[in-house]
């Protein structure tokens, strides 16, 4: 293993799009401007210098006045870690940082499929997430 991680399989382990009528459709259409993605990833240990990584995007408006559509994907990574690999912090990094930069473009066509297969064909990312700036800025 010449880097610090090998991503053994990636895959969507959840996926959900929830629009529950079609004056929700139509709301959720006007108002995309104000929803938000958010982003949480989580870890599991497996066995053997394994681990699960899970990255949950939620794209969901904030308003509980709002009639509004839910849109939420886990996408998963399993991954070898290096033997060398001992230090917490290095461990830390590849967990939040690396990984996820790693699986992103697949995470992002997922997700982006999943929204226009719900009717918002012009739905776009603004901009590529950048875990690298999201992991430093957990420090400031």
């Known amino acids: 293993m010449t880097e610090k991680f090998k991503i053994l399989a990636k895959y969507i382990k959840d996926m959900s799009s929830e629009t529950p009528d079609v004056e929700t459709y139509i709301s959720a259409g006007n108002n995309m401007g104000k929803y938000q993605l958010d982003?949480?990833?989580?870890?599991?240990?497996?066995?053997?210098?394994?681990?699960?990584?899970?990255?949950?995007?939620?794209?969901?408006?904030?308003?509980?006045q709002v009639k509004k559509s839910h849109f939420e994907i886990v996408y998963a990574a399993a991954v070898k870690i290096d033997e060398t690999i001992k230090e917490k912090k290095d461990l830390e990094k590849i967990v939040l940082c690396d990984v996820p930069n790693s699986v992103y473009p697949d995470l992002e066509k997922s997700f982006l499929d999943m929204m226009h297969n719900s009717g918002y064909p012009n739905i776009k990312l603004e901009k590529k997430i950048d875990f690298t700036k999201l992991y430093l800025e957990r420090f400031n």
């Open 39 to 64: 982003i949480d990833i989580k870890s599991i240990a497996l066995k053997n210098k394994m681990i699960e990584v899970n990255i949950t995007l939620k794209f969901q408006h904030k308003d509980t």
